[in-house]
């Protein structure tokens, strides 16, 4: 295996064995599936570099050119470009096979067709000990105590940088490794990274997957986040969170901050969120998402299963089905298994259930995770007094009325 560690200050020699310099880092071209080395940096003051292309071989150590030391071509080492030792090594990455930030410790780099290729990152610390020259006197150490002493690599293609100086810009990451991961894989790198890194992260991240990300959070973490934020940005994954979510993370921010934010979403949704910040933060009526899924009676059950081809709720809206009137009364509820196994031509006021357990939105939060356990329901709409259907509270929610304090996450149950 070959590591970075290998070249850094590897002593570079030309055609004829005589003495160039010292290597000081490697420069790379970041493609994918894996950067490509393009010139060596030597060291001195100030720093030049020459293509990679110009390398015959490397071995025990010594970089061997093609050519002599005085055909070289030398230019001043190109500080835009990504340098493996000074960008990379000891930075902090997303290992997103094993959903956790490492350290860079060294990294593999695997010669392919004539290109030196960054094929690996050694997280372990053998590299560590490699990096100070005493790799050797650790086997020993370990063949002393006959223990096993692997290497800890990760493929390069399954890593993704995280960087929140200047040199994030150099990198150019999309940071689409990432942001292929299960929003709670995302929140569980952004908690372990520092307020910049998490700055670098959420900036690259469109406004659906980042809104996803910041609902898995704690209430302290999204407030440290959004405020960090552009806020025409902020305002943008505001939109896109679910009403209920948005109002419990605006709540948490200064007054003034919250009218900026509302000033700046879609009227809908900020009307959405404006009438949940209404009510109290103990209350049914905060705790409810104004997002349901309410259909009329007069559709039949084939109806109302192409109704919600065309709604696309999600899964928590989508628990059950509400039967309204025109002006958003509650007459009825069922079940996505009433609807499905029910004959296509059945008028759903036939299936509905119409004694349906509601609760008011000035209801505690503790007596409406009390009654949706004792009926075992996976929501439980919000009504008022006439009747009028204000949103629905979801099991996981009304879960978190029952979790101890403390900035836990909140839990997440699928029906």
Known sequence: MIFLSDFLRAEIVDHRQRRVGRVADLCVKMTEPFPIVTQVVMRGRPKHAFAWAEVKAFEDKELALKSVREDLQLNPAPQDDVWLARDILDKQIVDTDGRRVVRVNDLQLSSVSGQLLVVGVDVGGRGLLRRLGLESLGK??????????SQKLIAWDVVDPIHSDVSAGKLRISHRKLARMHPADIADVVERLSLQ??????????????????????????????????????????????????????????????????????????????????????????????????????????????????????????YYVYVVDEQENLQGVLSLRDLIIAKPDTPIRDIMITNVIRVSPGAATEDVADIMRKYNLLAVPVVDDDGHMEGIVTVDDALDTVLAAGGRRRARIFG
């Open 197 to 318: 890194q998490r700055d670098a992260v959420f900036a690259s991240l469109d406004d659906e997957t980042a809104a996803d990300a910041l609902e898995e959070l704690s209430p302290e973490d999204q407030a440290d986040i959004l405020e960090r934020l552009d806020p025409e940005r902020a305002a943008d994954i505001l939109e896109e969170m679910k009403p209920d979510e948005a109002a419990d993370l605006l709540s948490d921010l200064p007054e003034h901050q919250q009218e900026a934010l509302l000033d700046m979403m879609e009227a809908r949704e900020a009307d959405e969120v404006e009438e949940l910040l209404a009510y109290g933060e103990d209350t049914a009526g905060g705790l409810m998402t104004t997002e349901y899924v309410g259909l009329s009676a007069d559709l039949t059950a084939a109806q109302a299963i192409d109704k919600l081809r065309e709604l696309e709720p999600n899964a928590e809206s989508v």
């Open 140 to 149: 020993r150490v370990v063949r002393l105590f006959r223990k096993d002493w």
